[in-house]
């Protein structure tokens, strides 16, 4: 069975300090992974994509992903977290025309 | 890309009555699902909507209480029948898609519909 699983539910951090959210996934095969973030009352938005073109993604607003076949992990990160930044973060896997998400991380940002 | 749009935006409905929701693609898509997002919780794929058969539905989900249309390939419809509080929640049609000259697909949200149920 695919899955994807992100270890946190809640991971706060200080502006200007790295985020880090985790996510690993289970599949027989390497699926295609993605970052959506959900900012209050707000629909999904894409961050980024792993398409198997390349380990490191980059994406929008500075996070970046380094998808690691060995760990079966695509850990989402950015260098210095802004108060703009603290919304729900969905890590999402694709596999044989489904989608499958993990439950979510919510990222707040303390000033 | 695809842009979606949903209707209702919002709705306060009362116990035992039924809300149908229509997504709107503006571009002929195959692929288009159903997801329900409770509150505080991630997002559950409902059904997956097929343009001229049944839809398919997931584990937990039924087409008695969440009968959906697909009549062709840029509109469907998720009804939400006898409702209850606990059907509280946000409904998001999306659709499968490529971006501009990608190579690969990827999920286009339509921004919900926030339901609420007294």
């Known amino acids: 069975a695919q899955s994807v699983t992100q270890l946190d539910s809640h991971v706060s951090v200080s502006e200007g300090t790295p985020v880090l959210l985790r996510c690993n996934y289970s599949?027989?095969?390497?699926?295609?992974l993605f970052w959506y973030v959900q900012h209050p009352n707000k629909g999904l938005q894409l961050l980024l994509k792993?398409?198997?073109?390349?380990?490191l993604v980059k994406g929008i607003n500075g996070f970046e992903a380094e998808f690691k076949k060995s760990e079966t992990s695509f850990h989402l990160t950015k260098p210095s977290a802004h108060m703009s930044d603290a919304a729900e973060y969905f890590c999402?896997?694709?596999?044989?025309?489904?989608?499958?998400f993990g439950s979510g991380t919510k990222l707040n940002v303390k000033p | 890309s695809a842009v979606i749009s949903q209707k209702p935006s919002r709705d306060i409905c009362q116990r035992g009555t039924s809300l149908t929701i229509q997504c709107q693609v503006d571009?002929?898509?195959?692929?288009m699902f159903w997801y329900r997002q409770q509150p505080g919780q991630s997002l559950t794929l409902i059904a997956t909507?097929?343009?001229?058969?049944?839809?398919?539905?997931e584990s937990g989900f039924v087409i008695d209480k969440f009968p959906i249309s697909r009549p062709n390939l840029t509109f469907s419809t998720l009804t939400v029948s006898n409702m209850s509080p606990e059907d509280s929640s946000i409904y998001l049609c999306?659709?499968?898609?490529?971006?501009?000259?990608?190579?690969?697909?990827?999920?286009?949200f339509g921004p919900g519909t926030r339901l609420t149920v007294l």
């Open positions: 999306s659709v499968v898609g490529r971006g501009e000259g990608a190579s690969y697909n990827e999920q286009f």
């Open positions: 599949s027989s095969y390497s699926p295609s």
């Open positions: 792993y398409t198997s073109a390349a380990t």
């Open positions: 999402v896997g694709y596999n044989f025309n489904k989608f499958y």
């Open positions: 571009s002929q898509v195959t692929m």
């Open positions: 909507a097929n343009q001229g058969s049944e839809a398919t539905y």
